[in-house]
Nanobody, 125 residues
Framework: QVQPVESGGGLVETGGSLTLSCETS????????MGWFRQAPGKERECVAG????????KYSDSVHGRFTVSKDKKNDMVYLQMSSLKPEDTAVYYC??????????????????WGQGTQVTVSS
């Protein structure tokens, strides 16, 4: 299975911004919905953002709505997560993955890629 490669994490102060990047195969990028997930220590992995295969539909979890923006760069087969107004509770390892649609991403089912290494985001208080 294809393994996405996430990058862009780091240490940022409360209220700061970061942009994460996800690189995957061109086929997966152009065929499937892509999502961003996060897992904090001791917690289950959750879907925070999803974007449809053509980029026309996006969904966000309540915890990040209005602060995070997911986008697709069709030229470079990249998926981005722009994060702003970061809070300490956003601290987690962030991953990306693909599924047939954004509903499946949110439900945590039907993934078509394996999980990558993720990228650590730490927000200091």
């Amino acid at each position: 299975q294809v393994q996405p490669v996430e990058s862009g994490g780091g240490l940022v102060e409360t209220g700061g911004s970061l942009t994460l990047s996800c690189e995957t195969s061109g086929y997966i990028f152009s065929t499937y919905a892509m999502g961003w997930f996060r897992q904090a220590p001791g917690k289950e992995r959750e879907c925070v953002a999803g974007i449809s295969w053509n980029g026309g539909n996006t969904k966000y979890s309540d915890s990040v709505h209005g602060r995070f923006t997911v986008s697709k760069d069709k030229k470079n087969d990249m998926v981005y997560l722009q994060m702003s107004s970061l809070k300490p509770e956003d601290t987690a390892v962030y991953y990306c993955n693909a599924a047939t649609n954004t509903d499946n991403l949110a439900a945590g089912r039907g993934f078509v890629s394996s999980w990558g290494q993720g990228t650590q985001v730490t927000v200091s208080s």
